[in-house]
């Protein structure tokens, strides 16, 4: 089946540096992908869809100059946290829909822990 | 190795009760999720087990044991909006979620 991965698997960064999470789809390509948050026991946030080749979209609320994402190929979204903050701390999961035959399944990430210290 | 292992469809009577089962491998087990996703929008969290047995909340129920490496969620007095696909995922001993491919459930009249 459709693999997503994501690096790093957990960060612990100081307050007001910048954090560079990768999402990669392993055996297929994929011109979306989409971002989300999540806090404990809640559901997934989407905060954008990532966009190859293309300006992402964001979600109301989400500011867009913190969060700044690269869809730099049909196999590789970025989601860089800039200045981050300890509100920022939480953890990270990207999908990217398709795969083999199948377009309307979404593959998950394994996710990303941030925590900003 | 990790694995997560659902019924990829299954189909049911509004009115009626299902029952999605789920078992796992993971490295390491630090709970499971429940979320139910509909077609184009963000998973929505349905529940999250740690401990052994059955927690009930409202229509739906989930039910763990570690000991089997299986869970599963019960949905009762089934309503049209139901039909959704529904995700299990565990989390590991690094957590990290390892997702299912998801059970798309149908509901009929």
């Known amino acids: 089946g459709a693999v997503v991965s994501q690096h790093p698997s957990r960060v612990i960064c100081k307050s007001g540096t910048s954090v560079k999470i990768e999402c990669r789809s392993l055996d297929f390509q994929a011109t979306t992908m989409f971002w989300y948050r999540q806090f404990p026991k809640q559901s997934l946030m989407l905060m954008a869809t990532s966009n190859e080749g293309s300006k992402a979209t964001y979600e109301q609320g989400v500011e867009k100059d913190k969060f700044l994402i690269n869809h730099a190929s049909l196999t590789l979204s970025t989601l860089t946290v800039t200045s981050a903050h300890p509100e920022d701390s939480s953890f990270y999961i990207c999908s990217a829909p398709g795969g083999t035959g199948d377009a309307d399944t979404q593959y998950f990430g394994p996710g990303t822990r941030l925590t900003v210290l | ?109």
């Open chain 2, 1 to 109: 190795g990790q694995n997560i292992d659902q019924p990829t469809e299954m189909t049911a009577t509004e009115g009626a009760i299902v029952q999605i089962n789920c078992t796992y491998q993971t490295s390491g087990f630090n709970g499971l999720f429940w979320y139910q996703q509909h077609a184009g929008e963000a998973p929505t969290f349905l529940s999250y087990n740690v401990l052994d047995g059955l927690e009930e909340k409202g229509r739906f129920s989930s039910f763990l044991s570690r000991s089997k490496g299986y869970s599963y969620l019960l949905l009762k007095e089934l309503q049209m909006k139901d039909s959704a696909s529904y995700l299990c995922a565990p989390l590991d001993s690094n957590y990290q979620l390892i997702w299912g491919a998801g059970t798309k459930l149908i509901i009929k009249p």
